[in-house]
């Protein structure tokens, strides 16, 4: 039977939103949160980093070849000293895409998800379907985020943890020599950096 969408309750935020909503809150008239303090997390994570860390790593990648070899090998010594380390991002590896091998991360247990580097998880990321088709059949996910991929490359997923967190260095788009690193940073997405997505091509 379908549902009437002008319902008082189809307007109300979902299941889960309520459900963080009252914790807040409950959490809050304790004395146990700081709403101000909680907000300037979640802005921190959601605008003033989102993926730009990530994408002024990969763009460096792609310049500088020792610094592609020190992020490919050890990273975390280069990350702590540009400040890129911190809760959610202490044990990272970097994996790089080639027209031989496509990389896709996803996390089966839960989220775990690089912060420092990507910010806020998108909801795709946390949810049922993707945690578990990603595993199964990687090559119908890629093409339903709008992946093509290169003639017989390889698909190999990585599942992050608690442990260890991963990051895709896209293949840098053709074109794009003589770029400054702004500029190359540009064109790296999230979705890229998770493998879901392709580095932008340049824009005519």
């Not at 280069?78 to 896709?104: C, I």
């Not at 260095?169 to 998770?194: K, W």
Request: proline share 8%; aromatic share 6%.
């Amino acid at each position: 039977m379908p549902h009437d969408h002008d319902h008082p309750h189809s307007h109300l935020p979902s299941e889960p939103a309520l459900r963080v909503k009252a914790l807040e809150t409950i959490l809050t008239d304790k004395g146990l949160v700081d709403p101000a303090a909680l907000d300037e997390i979640i802005d921190t994570y959601q605008n003033k980093i989102g993926p730009k860390n990530g994408a002024a790593v990969v763009a460096k990648m792609w310049t500088d070849p020792a610094f592609r070899e020190e992020m490919l090998n050890d990273p975390m010594p280069r990350l702590k000293d540009m400040g890129l380390y911190g809760r959610q991002g202490e044990h990272m590896v970097f994996v790089e895409n080639t027209p031989e091998v496509h990389n896709l991360v996803v996390c089966t247990l839960c989220s775990c998800y690089p912060w420092p580097l990507l910010g806020i998880p998108p909801g795709w990321y946390k949810s049922d379907a993707y945690r578990a088709r990603s595993v199964r059949e990687p090559r119908k996910v890629l093409a339903e985020f709008g992946v093509s991929l290169v003639e017989g490359q390889k698909v190999r997923v990585w599942d992050s943890t608690a442990e260890v967190r991963y990051l895709v260095v896209p293949m840098r788009p053709t074109g794009t020599e003589g770029l400054s690193e702004e500029e190359l940073a540009a064109l790296v997405t999230r979705d890229s950096m998770i493998g879901a997505g392709l580095a932008e091509g340049l824009k005519a």
